[in-house]
């Protein structure tokens, strides 16, 4: 059973920062991409970033380009998401979440959530003005 659990969230001021974390396991974790969405108060649960099984392609959400960059560790089978100069808007539950094809061709880094098909419970994130 692939089971994945984020950490990291938490308060923060605006233009401050935060690194999320997502810890897998129940599968080879470096033969499948990973992707960060959320869900804000009130609205629907929207892509963030995501991130190759290599590393080597990313894609990001056009809101937080130039502010967030995801990354990952293989051999930590860890994903993160370096998130900076928060802004209010950016609150809300964090996911990570697991593609469901193995080695998707790097160039093509899904920002759809039904390629996705292992969730992480979420972790809150709050961002005051």
């Known amino acids: 059973q692939v089971q994945l659990v984020e950490s990291g969230g938490g308060l923060v001021q605006a233009g401050g920062s935060l690194r999320l974390s997502c810890a897998a396991s129940?599968?080879?974790?470096?033969?499948?991409?990973m992707g960060w969405f959320r869900r804000a108060p009130g609205k629907e649960r929207e892509f963030v970033a995501a991130?190759?099984?290599?590393?080597?392609?990313?894609r990001y959400a056009d809101v937080v380009k130039g502010r967030f960059t995801i990354s990952r560790d293989n051999a930590k089978n860890t994903v993160y998401l370096q998130m900076n100069n928060l802004k209010p808007e950016d609150t809300a539950v964090y996911y990570c979440?697991?593609?469901?094809?193995?080695?998707?061709?790097?160039?093509?880094?899904?920002?759809?959530?039904?390629?996705?098909?292992?969730w992480g419970q979420g972790t809150q994130v709050t961002v005051s003005s």
């Open positions: 979440a697991s593609d469901a094809s193995a080695m998707r061709r790097i160039d093509d880094v899904s920002d759809y959530m039904p390629s996705y098909d292992y």
């Open positions: 129940g599968r080879t974790f470096s033969m499948y991409g």
């Open positions: 991130i190759s099984w290599n590393g080597g392609g990313t």
